[in-house]
């Protein structure tokens, strides 16, 4: 289709074990972020990458977590040695442009359950 | 210390009347706001936004207010219908750090 798209939809694993986040952006957005949503919280701003670079990596919670993006496109979200607290929705969106005045698109995000 | 608040976790709206979302923030250096409406197992979609240098916007049943003085703006749906049930986001843009903020989104139950 022509959204964003995150792959898997769920993900269950046990505590200790890494996992990797997919998404895929619109075709030609130059923008693509990562948000997280725990339970009862808002959207809380993980990463961004502007092509391939990611100017901004305050949002990161520590330094088990990373994101890459190649070819302006497809970007992964590990997280390595995962904890209970982990446990949340991971959205991703992408933009034609960084910020700026204008809506980001969101994927459907990805469940992640940490046992 | 959040910088956008939807002090509303829940909203239920009689099917037809008005739904009013409301979204206060603290920093005068916000430059737009935006709205989302999330559906269970979606991502957020773009609903409507507003500048900084206007007071209201409107699109077809959505109209958002914005009150710089009182740093606070609202979400009028009017009439709602069943299918405005849905969890809804504030958002603002910062110019200075170029970033957007969200709100923990409120829940809008539409009854029939």
């Known amino acids: 289709g022509a959204g964003v798209s995150q792959s898997p939809s769920n993900k269950v694993t046990e505590k200790g074990k890494d996992v990797e986040l997919r998404c895929d952006p619109i075709s030609g957005h130059t923008a693509l972020y990562w948000y997280r949503q725990s339970l009862g919280q808002g959207l809380e701003f993980l990463i961004y990458?502007?092509?391939?670079?990611?100017?901004?990596k305050s949002g990161l919670p520590s330094d088990r977590f990373s994101a890459e993006r190649t070819g302006g496109s497809v970007s992964t979200l590990t997280i390595q040695r995962t904890q209970q607290e982990d446990s949340a929705v991971y959205l991703c969106a992408s933009s034609p442009q960084v910020w700026g005045n204008q809506p980001q698109h969101f994927g459907d995000g990805t469940r992640l359950s940490i046992l | 210390d959040q910088q956008v608040k939807q002090n509303s976790p829940s909203l239920s709206v009689q099917e037809g009347r008005i739904s009013i979302l409301n979204c206060d923030y603290t920093?005068?250096?916000?430059?737009?706001f935006l709205w989302y409406k999330k559906y269970p197992a979606e991502g957020p979609t773009f609903l409507i936004s507003?500048?900084?240098?206007?007071d209201k916007n409107e699109d077809g049943r959505f109209t958002v207010f914005l009150n710089k003085s009182a740093k606070h703006l609202s979400l009028h749906i009017v009439p709602s219908q069943p299918g405005d049930s849905a969890v809804y986001f504030c958002?603002?843009?910062?110019?200075?750090?170029?970033?957007?903020?969200f709100g923990k989104g409120t829940r809008l139950h539409i009854l029939p």
């Open positions: 958002a603002a843009h910062l110019n200075r750090d170029d970033k957007i903020i």
């Open positions: 990458f502007q092509g391939n670079s990611a100017p901004d």
């Open positions: 507003i500048s900084s240098i206007k």
């Open positions: 920093n005068s250096m916000f430059d737009y």
